[in-house]
């Protein structure tokens, strides 16, 4: 090990021509939570699950996740690897428990961007063709016209992505939380759908533990997405610090803003209006706060967030997938690097083409659109095991430092420590109160066991080095290997 040991210390990262700053890495942070997007599709469930108490879930869910998002920061400290949990779940557990992390980050950003890309169509159509809006055909298109113009952008370097990227999060927040302060206004003012009362963050008033539960679940799936900073590690200025910052940073903002935004939307319209419009609930709340043609800024806020999460998704995902194919656990092709911007191109065209493959699967299909609904919906549930894996990884990692200081005690154990335990917490308690479908279990499982039967395959019958490397110490230099193709 030695030896492999010193040829990863002196090789040298292989993405590195991008040189991303503190506050682009913020920005992909904020754009992967895609909030226009999230709220879009998630308020009417939220509201179904705890009534108006969507507050409450939020604000449970940001320490835990401020933990993580810590643990985040100190093993990217430790290991500036793009695979993130990947690579680090693989050094500090199990190789197959690393395999495993990035299998379900990898589902977690591909379907993920497929089910970005109809809601890309839909409100493209409203803005500018309404009458092909309930046309399947013309909104597949549409979104997968979009899904090519996000991948040739993304082609051109994180530096060109990053200057797509800002204008559309600043415009995507001002919006956001100046139409939420005129529905917060309209609350106190009593002249929304609902009047204002404290009951409803009571646990009665949220419909018990199992609303509660729901709504947990669906807020892990909101904050989702703010990783999306650290997988782009290798290509930052400060690529020990940055990334963990901008994690750290991205949390606290959704934070705030998901509370804002949730408290001025539900009331808006009545529980049984959302769930009639749970696919453009925003632009109707903007059409109902907003006067006349201004009601179309919040189409347009929703559309231009899609695009900039679904680009954040195949960034994320394709830096994933170089850094899995580096340990040669996906195919060599994924390691092709273009050798000015020092973009991983060849991951990000596959990442991108799956996306239109599936795209095209679902509207061919009935039964395979379902199936990819059904896996879509198991995202919260497979986000929830690799933050919590990630976070056990942290805590276990620094365990010999824990008793330097109150702060090394704090933020290597304890908040670490709690996010692991919430998110297990989560996962149990979700199953046992009801709060996630059968079919929803059997998707996230069924995924995660298929990548499970993979990594068997590929160490009994391909002898992958990746999954006879042996585990390390805290402190321990990198022992898997780094290669650059370019």
């Known amino acids: 090990m030695t030896a492999a040991r010193d040829a990863a210390a002196t090789a040298q990262p292989p993405v590195r021509a991008a040189r991303l700053g503190l506050g682009d890495a913020i920005i992909l942070g904020l754009s992967s939570s895609g909030p226009a997007q999230t709220l879009a599709v998630s308020l009417a469930s939220l509201v179904a699950a705890c009534h108006y108490g969507g507050v409450v879930p939020l604000l449970l869910c940001f320490i835990p996740m401020l933990g993580i998002a810590i643990g985040y920061q100190r093993l990217n400290r430790w290991d500036q690897s793009s695979g993130a949990t990947y690579t680090w779940v693989a050094r500090v557990f199990h190789p197959y428990l690393g395999f495993l992390s990035g299998w379900m980050i990898l589902l977690y950003y591909t379907l993920g961007t497929s089910s970005l890309t109809i809601p890309a169509g839909t409100y493209s159509l409203e803005l500018f063709a309404p009458a092909l809006v309930d046309n399947h055909l013309a909104v597949a298109l549409a979104g997968g016209g979009w899904n090519v113009v996000v991948t040739l952008l993304a082609l051109k370097g994180l530096k060109v992505a990053a200057r797509f990227e800002w204008p559309i999060v600043i415009f995507q927040y001002v919006v956001l939380l100046a139409v939420a302060l005129a529905g917060i206004a309209a609350l106190v003012r009593g002249t929304g759908a609902a009047h204002f009362s404290w009951s409803w963050f009571t646990l009665e008033g949220m419909g018990g533990m199992r609303g509660l539960m729901s709504g947990i679940l669906i807020a892990c799936f909101m904050y989702s997405g703010w990783d999306a900073a650290v997988y782009v590690n290798e290509e930052s200025k400060d690529r020990i610090e940055s990334p963990g910052h901008a994690a750290i940073a991205s949390v606290v903002i959704l934070a705030f803003f998901y509370a804002v935004t949730v408290l001025g939307f539900q009331a808006v319209l009545s529980p049984d209006e959302l769930e009639r419009h749970a696919g453009d609930a925003l632009a109707v709340i903007g059409a109902a706060l907003l006067p006349g043609p201004w009601a179309t800024l919040m189409s347009l806020v929703v559309l231009t967030g899609t695009l900039a999460t679904l680009e954040a998704a195949v960034i994320s995902a394709a830096r994933v997938g170089f850094a899995m194919s580096r340990d040669h656990v996906m195919p060599a092709l994924f390691r092709r ?122 160490h009994r019958f391909g002898a992958v080095p990746f999954f006879t490397a042996a585990r390390v110490a805290p402190g321990d230099a990198i022992s898997l290997p780094r290669e650059h193709t370019s």
């Open 337 to 458: 690097v273009d050798p000015v911007s020092g973009n991983p191109w060849a991951a990000t065209l596959v990442m991108s083409a799956l996306n239109l493959a599936l795209l095209g699967l679902a509207l061919a299909t009935g039964s395979v659109g379902r199936a990819l609904g059904n896996v879509v919906s198991s995202l919260g549930l497979i986000s929830i095991l690799f933050y919590g894996l990630t976070a056990a990884a942290a805590v276990w990692q620094n365990r010999r430092t824990l008793a330097h200081s109150a702060t090394d005690f704090v933020l290597g154990g304890l908040l670490p420590g709690f996010g692991a335990l919430f998110m297990a917490w989560v996962t149990i308690e979700s199953v046992r109160s009801g709060a996630t479908s059968g079919p929803v279990i059997a998707y996230g499982i069924g995924s995660v066991a298929v990548g499970a039967i993979t990594a068997l395959a590929m």
